[in-house]
């Protein structure tokens, strides 16, 4: 029987709809029979949603089952458990999250002993072990408590960031009623910080609903008030996270990351000399970076396509626009608190405000719906539309550019230009927008 659950972020769907307690169970019995380890020690995290306590006792009853040890370590952020898994040398790390989705959606992402998710010649195996006769070792495994995960995980960030002093800043975060909610506000105030919090009150159903990374106007509204330096919005799980400065102006992901890779570069840890990105990152920033003289590989969207590339050149960071930031010399994923902090020790003594890493080119993104997906590949054919592409391109060459592709999961056709005017990126998005629906109508 033919499977495809994983996507690119591990396997993700409506908790017990799609995302049932007997597929966790399977799941984790299946990825512990794959095992090399004779009793693999598993970590278990989860974030807040109402779904996680079931699939977290899904997952230890499928490790148990299948003869290994499960480990709940309860509610952390994501980035927690490769961290966790490396210092305690454990085998696996499963992670309940659905990240920035609503609280009805969860997803179980897997890691391995080396801290990186699976690939995917392992979670192949994993989805081809699911048809195999179950795994009946001599003796079941055993489900325990693992006390002081929270206080690991904290001692790794703050000896990393020991040197970083924030006493007198005023921060506000939003911690999105997720997994960062005792986390983020504990770190930042051992690192002398006065520190507000908004939606640090989980109740299963709340997270990311109207706060964190992805809903950023109840923070914007607090920031504008002016009591507060700069602000962090975290998303669910807390790999994510987006600045504000002090008069409540976002400062997204390409920001974030040209600031640390110029900060990196001048102490002489940005490993390799470069740093990885997406085909949606500002074209600012790959001027910034090319006056800098730190070299830009681009990737295709998605962290694990940015991990990807650093591995394979042997640098330390990457990020996207939406505050995914990879930094290996932290940790082997995106750590939302590792990257706010990271940030701060950029700035030093400057305002947010001040930060002058790059300047970022206005852009327009314009996603054109087809009637199904099999028109997207045959409009972006027609002649009138690469036509229109090679214009606008020609047009921008040195200036800006123009990005025209299909979506990966919708039948969607997404356009996007950056220009060094709102005006002009306006009129180029337009003419490209009109093309492509022409060719879609016809």
Known sequence: MTRQLFGTDGVRGRAGDFLTAELAMRLAGAAVALAPEEHPQV??????RESGEMLEAAIAAGVAAAGGDALLAGVLPTPAAPLLVRRGGLSLAAVISA???PYEDNGIKLFGADGFKLGDDDEHAIEAQLDAPAHNPARP???RRLSGALEDYLSELHARFAGLELTGRRILLDCANG???RAAPELFRRLGAEVDVLADEPDGRNINDGCGSTHLGQI?????????????????????????????SIVDGDELVAL???????????DGGGVAVTVMTNYGFHVAMGEAGIEVA??????RYVLDELRRRGWALGGEQSGHIINLAVGPSGDGIASALLTLEALGDRDLRERG??????????NIRARERAGLLAALERAAVRDAIATAADGLRGRGRVLVRPSGTEPLIRVMVEAPSEQETDEVCAALTLAVEQALAG
């Open 99 to 101: 990240s920035h989705n």
């Open 298 to 303: 681009t990737t295709a969207v998605g962290d």
């Open 43 to 48: 970590l278990i995290v989860r974030d807040t």
């Open 357 to 366: 890493a790059m300047h970022k080119l206005p852009q327009r993104l314009v």
């Open 220 to 248: 914007q509204a607090r920031m504008a008030e002016g009591r507060h330096d700069l602000g962090f919005a975290f998303d669910g799980d807390g790999d994510r996270v987006l600045a504000l400065d002090a008069a409540g």
């Open 260 to 270: 640390a890779a110029l900060h990196l570069r001048d102490r002489g840890l940005l």
């Open 179 to 181: 997994a960062t909610y």
């Open 141 to 143: 495994g055993r489900v």
